[in-house]
């Protein structure tokens, strides 16, 4: 009966939608994603959600969707990906941009799958403007997004922000296409330790954020603070040189809805502490106005 009442609904609403089961098997969609993607109902029914992803980008797909789906907190959009690319019936690719909705009502859960097609003249720019070029992290105005859509949703969260020690004198000895490298394999060390919802950020030369989904505990952001200083300390290999970095870490929690420039001050702040101290990690404490 949920069910039935959710189809009805999104019938009604301007953007594609698909439902799927915990196989992550297709057990609707709407009209509006038959008239986007060009199947009709009955050929994805039953089908595994990856029928409308490219196949090349079907790599990790089914963990992505089953880490949010075990996150506890309910009713929680999903956005950390708001730009993909959607396999339409005649084999060509649409950018659109998604969420997904886990509900849960009178014990049945329910997620669905949103889309909305890009419009081509603007999905480059938006690529870029929420990529980092260099390194493929997210950018600046995307870690904006997601925390004002954190706001939005009075979602706690946890924030890291990391400044690399001695990635100067690399890129002063060996030139910036080394350092250039350095950065790149720091990013993806980063987006190893965490979650595939959260998200790791370049907001400056040598300098990452990492927001954690829905995220409230102070140990566990030092426990994630120091697998990442572990990471990043690694030794990196660049054209035949062995080249280490380091990073001091602040670390901040934000319990309830806190503008974004403040909590990322104090997050700064608490970095420079930790750099002045000596140590890897410094927190500035829980945040709650």
């Known amino acids: 009966m949920v069910a039935s009442r959710l189809h009805s609904f999104t019938e009604l609403l301007p953007d594609a939608a698909v439902f799927i089961d915990g196989d992550q098997r297709i057990t609707h969609v709407n009209a509006q994603l038959c008239d986007l993607l060009g199947w009709q109902r009955e050929d994805l029914l039953g089908e595994p959600l990856v029928t409308l992803i490219p196949e090349r980008h079907r790599a990790g797909h089914r963990d992505h969707v089953d880490a949010f789906r075990v996150l506890p907190k ?20 649409k950018r659109v941009s998604v969420s ?10 329910v997620l669905v799958g949103f889309l909305r097609e890009l419009p081509l003249e603007l999905t480059d720019a938006q ?26 949703y009075d979602q706690p969260c946890g924030l890291l922000y990391l400044d690399l020690n001695h990635f100067k004198p690399i890129n002063d000895e060996h030139g910036h296409a080394v350092g250039d490298e350095v950065l790149r394999v720091v990013a ?43 990471a990043v300390g690694q030794p990196i290999y660049v054209k035949g040189r062995m080249l280490r970095v380091g ?6 929690i934000a319990a309830h809805p806190l503008d974004e ?7 700064d702040r608490a970095m420079f502490e930790a750099k002045r101290c000596g140590l890897p990690f410094a927190l500035d404490g829980a945040v709650t106005a």
């Open 261 to 267: 420039a403040a909590l990322l001050e104090r997050a």
């Open 127 to 152: 690529l870029h403007a929420e990529t980092d070029t260099l390194t493929e992290a997210a950018s600046r105005l995307r870690l904006s997004r997601e925390m004002q859509r954190r706001r939005q």
């Open 74 to 93: 309910r009713h929680q959009p999903m956005s950390n990906r708001p730009v993909i690319l959607a396999l339409a019936r005649d084999g060509t690719e």
């Open 247 to 252: 990073t001091a870490i602040g670390g901040v």
């Open 100 to 109: 997904i909705a886990k509900l849960d009502w009178e014990g049945e859960i």
């Open 188 to 230: 993806r060390r980063l987006a190893r330790c965490v979650r595939e919802v959260d998200l790791v950020a370049r907001v400056g030369g040598d300098e990452f954020v990492v927001l954690l989904h829905d995220f409230d505990d102070p140990e566990r952001l030092e426990s994630i603070a120091g697998k990442l200083h572990a």
